[in-house]
């Protein structure tokens, strides 16, 4: 069982990737080398692993970190490597490609699990594969640690958290909007997107999938929602035009999954949509179009090959003075189920580029809050919200440079 003394708490699987570079630097900045945490650097290169080593101790002074080999197409490496530890974080993707046998190794051997996963289809495969597995063992494994979908999933159940303090009730629809933001995606998310639309093009399941908003819920599990917003609407609560935001297919599932996970205390007839605020019609048209047209390049072999010359390969991100410019925010409408008078609004911030600087603090903190937390859930797969809850939230508000706050309606 991971609760039982291991060699470390955690260990970053592809340490030396940009992403896991950027884990590893906010781990060694915010919880020092050789103190109460004890961590390691994982990844299949030495040389690399080593030259990641030196660096990170020059900047922080303290006991080298130690190094764990291991190889994603080596399967009894991830065993071991697995059973040295409390808990596996992993910013290998994609996912789809190079995940599951790292998803089976910690189910089987109780080694707790995140990751930045978006791919809807992956998850929707292993959670079912794996889950008695992980149940038996006491393994917990949280996907969706970052960007997707942290802010929607904690943002979601701090509102309803809200809305029982102060009206004894939950609200019975939550509405996502996504407010300023500056950032960019992240080689390895237009990694994982494309492994998406490749499978989705060669199996029609997939597509099916995809389409389904209850699609990581339980088999079986229907509800109000319909499609994820498509086109450019105006939203009275927020007295705002709206576009789709190209994150609400994987945050909305999350979400879903969360009130499944809890018992569905938010009601049977719970629903909640994503978008994007927009200041004009105008510009919610815009959105929409060039969303459209990306997403269809994306899905011809002759628009990939153009738009890969612009868009950042895995291993590839902005500088450190870029990724410090960048920001977001995320609002959240609660609707009180009788009397709208009572509706909530709470904020969600970081002010940090969401897909490189808040999300590695995020999946940094959902680590070690896996590794020293008491956390109430047993083995299995969970969400951020239903398996890491106000522990977690407390190390993002502390730690990880995001505010929760409720704000007054419009």
């Known amino acids: 069982m991971a609760e039982q003394q291991r060699e470390f708490d955690l260990i970053i699987w592809g340490a030396t990737g940009f992403t896991g570079a950027l884990v590893a630097e906010y781990l060694a900045q915010t919880y020092g080398t050789g103190g109460p945490l004890r961590w390691a650097l994982g990844g299949r290169s030495e040389e690399k692993l080593h030259l990641l080593q030196n660096t990170l101790q020059a900047q922080y002074p303290g006991e080298p970190l130690p190094i764990v080999l291991a190889d994603s197409d080596d399967p009894a490496s991830l065993q071991e490597m697995v059973q040295r530890t409390a808990v596996v974080c992993t910013t290998v993707g994609p996912y789809a490609r190079y995940g599951t046998p790292l998803v089976a190794a910690c189910a089987t051997s109780g080694t707790h699990y995140c990751d930045l996963t978006g791919e809807v289809q992956w998850m929707a495969r292993v959670i079912p594969e794996y889950q008695a597995a992980a149940e038996a063992s006491g393994a917990r494994l949280v996907h969706t640690c970052g960007f997707d979908s942290i802010p929607s999933d904690m943002g979601t159940w701090f509102l309803q958290q809200r809305m029982l303090e102060r ?11 996504v407010g300023r933001n500056k950032g960019s995606a992240s080689g390895g998310t237009i990694a994982s997107m494309l492994q998406v639309l490749d499978e989705a093009k060669r199996d029609r399941s997939v597509r099916k999938l995809l389409t389904n908003p209850y699609a990581l819920c339980p088999p079986g599990t229907t509800g109000l929602d319909g499609p994820d917003q498509a086109s450019a609407r105006y939203d009275s609560d927020f007295k705002r035009w709206t576009c789709p935001f190209i994150m609400a297919a994987i945050n909305g599932r999350v979400v879903r ?10 009601g049977e007839d719970f629903q909640y949509d994503e978008s994007q605020l927009c200041s004009s019609r105008a510009q919610a048209l815009r959105n929409t179009i060039a969303m459209g047209a990306a997403m269809a390049g994306l899905a011809t072999g002759p628009g990939r090959k153009l738009l890969a010359r612009f868009l950042p390969k895995p291993g590839e991100g902005p500088s450190r003075e870029q990724r410090e410019a960048g920001h977001y925010e995320l609002f959240f409408h609660g609707a009180h189920p009788r009397d709208r008078a009572l509706d909530l609004r709470v904020r969600v911030a970081g002010q940090l580029d969401p897909g490189y600087g808040s999300t590695s603090r995020m999946l940094a903190e959902a680590a070690v809050c896996l590794a020293q937390d008491p956390l109430q859930v047993g083995g299995g797969f969970w969400t951020p919200a239903s398996g890491l809850g106000e522990h977690v939230l407390k190390r993002l508000l502390d730690n990880a440079g995001l505010t929760f706050e409720e704000v007054p309606l419009d």
């Open 167 to 177: 009206h004894g009730m939950p609200a019975h629809y939550v509405k996502a909007r």
């Open 257 to 266: 999954r969360t009130h499944c996970l809890l018992g569905k205390p938010w």
